[in-house]
């Protein structure tokens, strides 16, 4: 079990909250009445098929997509007010690795509101970013360029870059999507140590097979909240067809996975 | 002031030639200088004089505008202008050394944000502002309607409205970025040039060079309009230094910029701000047509050299003051030379040099690191070879073969499935740094140096074939078969692990000595 999260402060509000959430692209809902309050402490799967609005969920909670309807509170209050305790890690391929930064720059753009509008970035900063490299086993790597890192190292970057905020809930979009086996157990490590630092991280999380593995909590999510709750009351093979539908090859998979898991 | 360029001659002379002229403007931009040593009757817009048979004040180039023939300007000529020493040079280098700067570092963000062509839409789009701006001035007071500051207003607002355009064709329907950059661009060009015809046709005569907007004409820039030209670009260069990091964020990454709560919205309209204001501070200089070169050439080149932002900035800033250097001194010694072309090419003859020779992504550059890559490879292979070779020798049971028994070409050549020819190659390279010595024509054996080498060479390979095997999971990210030795990349206890299979694999490695006695007193290569 987890240890007991700390408690960083006295406010009791969870760290997200939801109520009510709507999201249309275009005339069409995407999700639709979506309920969700997020534990503390806890590693949250957001699990779903393809096009179920798993990203949409989180980008319009972040208020990076328009909310048809609902009410999204980090900590009991408007992520305006919150947003230096939300850290938020991107789909890899929404950026360009061509771009004329090394891995140092790019974990220095985390630390970018904190400096502020127009202030320089000093070397403080550069300590701090090189401390979060160091954390996902990137320090050697920290001057180069970023077209020539792996793939799974640029996702590493992509953790470093929202580590180096100390937030205490993180929003993670898909950041086990084509990685190498170091980099998807250098991300479950950091996922345990910042559940042990009583942090919260919900996650994107495409393979079935290493929910129970891998997170306490998880959402069913297909354009409605299915189910959601502990991984072992709520992932079960019942829920997974609601969500997934009649896709047997695939339920036989996670029901394998679900009966290791609970050995 | 002195120095009217070709443009202004020739819509002068009205509608009549207005067609002709515009065609052979064309010809004029692309062939920049050298056409303007043609004779006067392949240039027939060079009859007009009216403004040249002036006696002109300007001591230096202007006297050589009576004249059709193309002159090199005197030393003193040379010395006057590139040391600045006469005022109206001194002005006019000035503002658009300045204007290359501002241009180099709004052209370095615009290209990463990768919208290099609506450069191209603003400058287009502010033609239509130019002539309104000018027909809404002269009808307020004739003779007033080339103001500049006017006329840079509504150069601004016409490409601020071009821009706009192109967002919004893109935003509200399905027409691609591409298409509606074309739909704007075109359109509002044409209407520019639909205005210009009407205002050629006006009776005041007070439109002459205004055509210097579209091709640009430094030369006949005054006080005045450097003074203006000056403080744009020194706002934008001052803008662009405090929003460096701002800037840089939203170019790379604009949803976590959103996510961080920074106002992309604004950032980028400042940022598109600053490229208007570069645009239509360069129409004077470089004209419209060329205008969105001197936004992107300089990053572009700037690319070449360096990986890191920064220094991406700066490099394009010096080399778009270089061009723009370059293009109004030359237009200065040269009376006939357009600028704005100058100005261009100058720009493109550093993008050339920047594209073989760039230190970080010159084709050159490439290319050398490639071969070297090759050649490592293929000297690897070579040890290697040798090494199986001499291995293959040893009878089992018997003792091994000396190392550095002779080993023919034709055995390596049939070795593996290499051509003769780059075989022939990696020897004479493995001769040169003393691997390989020659025993006779073609005959060749291990230097005390090439043992170690072709040991280590069929060790790290081995070893990195038993690692791909054992760990098939984490191996790709972690095999640098490049690496001189395993040891660089992976730690100690994975390489003692795989030492013993290695040992039980191939029992006549000895397991754990990578490298451990220098070359001279070391037993032989495989006892």
């Not at chain 2, 598109?272 to 060329?290: F, N």
């Amino acid at each position: 079990m987890p240890p007991e999260p700390i408690a960083a402060d006295a406010s009791p509000a969870p760290p997200l909250s939801i109520h009510d959430m709507t999201v249309a692209y275009q005339r069409k809902p995407v999700i639709w009445d979506i309920d969700y309050l997020a534990p503390r402490g806890k590693l949250v799967a957001i699990v779903g098929p393809n096009g179920a609005g798993k990203s949409t969920l989180i980008n319009a909670a972040l208020e990076l997509i328009p909310r048809a309807s609902g009410r999204v509170r980090f900590f009991g209050e408007a992520y305006r007010r919150q947003r230096h305790r939300v850290g938020y890690v991107p789909q890899r391929e929404s950026v360009d690795w061509d771009f004329p930064v090394n891995a140092l720059d790019v974990v220095v753009m985390g630390l970018y509101r904190k400096i502020g509008w127009c202030l320089p970035v000093l070397r403080r900063h550069r300590k701090a970013a090189l401390v979060a490299l160091e954390r996902v086993g990137m320090a050697d790597y920290a001057h180069r360029q970023i077209r020539r890192l792996s793939g799974g190292q640029q996702q590493r970057v992509f953790l470093a870059r929202a580590l180096v905020q100390d937030a205490d809930l993180y929003l993670m979009d898909e950041p086990f999507t084509g990685v190498d086996a170091a980099t998807e157990r250098a991300i479950v490590e950091i996922l345990r140590e910042l559940r042990s630092q009583g942090k919260t991280a919900l996650v994107v999380h495409h393979d079935l097979q290493t929910v129970t593995e891998y997170f306490d909590e998880v959402m069913l999510l297909n354009m409605r909240l299915v189910a959601t709750g502990p991984v072992d009351e709520v992932f079960t093979t019942e829920n997974l067809r609601k969500t997934y539908g009649g896709r047997l090859m695939l339920l036989d998979h996670a029901g394998h996975a679900i009966a290791k898991g609970g050995s | 002031m002195g120095f009217p360029a070709r443009v202004g001659r020739a819509t002068r002379d009205g509608r009549h030639t207005s067609r002709r002229s515009v065609a052979q403007l064309w010809l004029s931009t692309l062939l920049v200088a050298w056409t303007a040593s043609a004779t006067p009757a392949q240039q027939p817009v060079n009859h007009d004089h009216t403004r040249a048979s002036q006696p002109s004040s300007e001591p230096s180039g202007a006297s050589s505008l009576a004249d059709n023939r193309f002159a090199w300007p005197s030393m003193s000529d040379i010395k006057r202008v590139l040391w600045m020493q006469d005022y109206n040079t001194r002005i006019v280098l000035w503002g658009t050394t300045t204007l290359g700067l501002a241009a180099g570092i709004a052209g370095t963000f615009l290209l990463l944000r990768k919208r290099s062509l609506l450069g191209d839409v603003v400058g287009h789009a502010s033609l239509p502002g130019v002539a309104i701006a000018f027909l809404v001035m002269e009808s307020g007071q004739p003779g007033n309607g080339k103001w500049l500051p006017g006329l840079l207003l509504g150069a601004s607002i016409a490409g601020v409205a071009g821009m706009a355009s192109t967002v919004a064709i893109r935003s509200l329907t399905r027409i691609k970025e591409d298409a509606a950059l074309a739909i704007t661009l075109g359109s509002f060009y044409g209407l520019g040039i639909v205005l210009f015809t009407i205002i050629q046709d006006l009776p005041t005569g007070s439109q002459a060079g205004l055509a210097n907007f579209i091709y640009g004409s430094a030369a006949s820039i005054n006080q005045g309009d450097v003074g203006l030209i000056w403080r744009v670009a020194i706002v934008a260069i001052l803008a662009a230094g405090l929003l460096f990091k701002e800037f840089g964020l939203l170019c790379f990454d604009e949803r976590f910029a959103a996510s961080q709560g920074w106002p992309v919205v604004l950032i980028d309209l400042i940022l598109m701000g600053l490229v208007v204001a570069v645009c239509v501070i360069g129409l004077r200089s470089v004209g419209l047509l060329l205008v969105v070169a001197l936004l992107i050439i300089p990053a572009a080149a700037a690319r070449f050299w360096t990986d890191k932002l920064s220094r991406m900035t700066l490099c394009a800033a010096a080399i778009g003051v270089i061009s723009c250097y370059v293009g109004a001194a030359s237009s200065a010694l040269f009376s006939r030379l357009a600028a704005g072309a100058v100005i261009v090419l100058a720009g493109s003859a550093l993008f050339c040099v920047s594209l073989f020779v760039g230190t970080r992504r010159g084709v050159l550059v490439q290319w050398y690191t490639r071969r070297q890559l090759n050649r490592r490879i293929a000297a690897q292979h070579l040890l290697l070879a040798f090494f199986e070779i001499i291995e293959s020798r040893a009878i089992p049971g018997s003792p091994l073969p000396s190392a550095d028994s002779a080993v023919k070409f034709d055995e390596l050549l049939s070795r593996r499935s290499w051509p003769a020819s780059r075989l022939l190659d990696s020897v004479r390279i493995a001769l040169a740094t003393a691997v390989l010595e020659s025993l006779s024509d073609r005959v060749y054996r291990l230097t005390a140096l090439g043992q170690v080498a072709a040991r280590r060479a069929a060790r790290n390979y081995r070893l990195w074939e038993l690692y791909l095997l054992e760990h098939a999971d984490v191996a790709p990210a972690q095999v640098d078969r490049d690496a001189e030795q395993i040891e660089h990349v992976l730690d100690r206890t994975t390489i003692a692990e795989l030492d013993v299979l290695l040992f039980k694999k191939y029992p006549q490695m000895d397991p754990g000595q990578p490298d451990p006695a220098p070359p001279g007193n070391r037993p032989g290569l495989l006892s």
